[in-house]
């Protein structure tokens, strides 16, 4: 048989368009130069992706790397149409707890699979990966687009992301000698950002409110348009706060899980952490989820960021400097709470959530 015969299969007939990816690596080229930083060129084409260490300014580097996605998030976006912001949530998913550890961010490669690509679509991706990328300061530097249908049904598609970021041999958080007495403060969060979204369907089913119906809970937006709010990211102003003061001794970065899981993973054993929930200022958003779906408090903290999207932990004598400086950094923090002995749970709460 030979490569003209007519009725031999392609992989197009198989339902793969190799052009189509060709076309789309042409279409976001100047969205990836667009992230270029000092250590890397951002520019995509080879077989791997290369960043500098010594370019970047790193002397005696330690490598923190994340990985992650924006799990049913991703959902919303396809049944939306609205494909812009999703890379944001999955560049913040993964820069957020690498800055948890004290590091910069570098670089960030993405994954996006799919049942038939469609060029704008993932040049939409891409550019709010991009957009991500900018938001924290690192370059994207490769990523992969697999298009496999059978695998993946109509418009379906999935985003992993991994970043790889460095400190200071030295640096690293969280430090030795949390103690009690310590100061808990928390960075508000921009909405659900990108965990619980299993249940946020749930709900926004039960109510049977479209998506381009008017959210409740955001005036002049669709409810769509408004559960979409991409995630924050928190890295550009804790790198200036951890410049600036040495009073950080610990962040922690809320997902799933919420103030019951993520909150232990940063302390030593012998300590627990007191959080007062009148302290705390969920938008309205959650108050919405929590009426709707009648879901109890309990529930809410462990699923929910609540409103608190980043917690610090702070020395007693640093506090202030600490949200002076994070002040200056453009941020609003919020005192939560304290360090405690180590009690029957590591984590315990005073007061109501304002749902």
């Not at 912001?85 to 998913?93: E, K, N, Q, R, S």
């Not at 570098?106 to 469609?118: H, N, R, S």
């Not at 103690?179 to 299993?198: M, T």
């Not at 030593?268 to 952490?273: A, K, T």
């Amino acid at each position: 048989m030979t490569a003209e015969t007519t009725n031999g299969l392609t992989y197009a007939h198989a339902g793969v368009d190799i052009d189509a990816g060709n076309a789309m690596v042409e279409t976001i080229k100047p969205l990836v130069r667009a992230t270029r930083r000092p250590g890397a060129d951002a520019e995509i084409g080879g077989f791997g992706g290369l960043f500098d260490l010594k370019a970047a300014g790193f002397k005696d580097p330690i490598l923190v790397a994340a990985n992650d996605g924006v799990g049913t998030k991703v959902k919303i976006a396809i049944e939306t149409g609205r494909h812009d912001t999703i890379g944001i949530d999955l560049v913040a998913m993964c820069v957020n707890d690498i800055i948890v550890q004290g590091a910069e961010p570098l670089f960030f490669l993405d994954y996006y699979a799919t049942g038939k690509l469609v060029p704008g679509v993932g040049a939409d991706i891409v550019r709010g990966i991009a957009e991500g990328c900018r938001q924290a300061g690192c370059a994207l530097i490769g990523g992969e687009t697999a298009e496999m249908p059978g695998l993946y049904d109509g418009a379906d598609y999935d985003l992993a992301g991994f970043s790889v970021g460095a400190a200071e041999r030295g640096t690293l958080l969280p430090k030795p000698g949390i103690r009690a007495g310590d100061v808990v403060l928390g960075l508000p969060s921009s909405g659900v950002h990108s965990n619980g979204f299993s249940l946020v369907r749930r709900i926004v089913a039960r109510t049977g409110l479209a998506w381009d119906a008017a959210a409740p809970f955001a005036t002049g937006k669709t409810l769509g348009e408004a559960l979409l709010e991409p995630t924050r990211i928190y890295v550009k102003p804790l790198l200036a706060v951890l410049k600036a003061t040495d009073g950080i001794k610990a962040l922690a970065h809320i997902t799933g899980g919420g103030f019951p899981d993520n909150l232990p993973r940063v302390l030593p054993d012998d300590v627990g952490i007191a959080i007062d929930l009148d302290a705390v200022r969920p938008p309205p958003v959650f108050g919405w989820l929590a009426r709707e779906g009648g879901v109890a408090e309990s529930e809410m903290l462990r699923t929910f960021n609540c409103g608190v999207g980043m917690v610090l932990v702070v020395a007693e004598d640093r506090a202030e400097a600490v949200s002076k400086a994070l002040g200056e950094a453009g941020e609003a923090p919020v005192r939560l709470g304290a360090i405690t002995a180590r009690g029957a749970e590591p984590v315990t709460f005073t007061g109501r959530l304002a749902l």
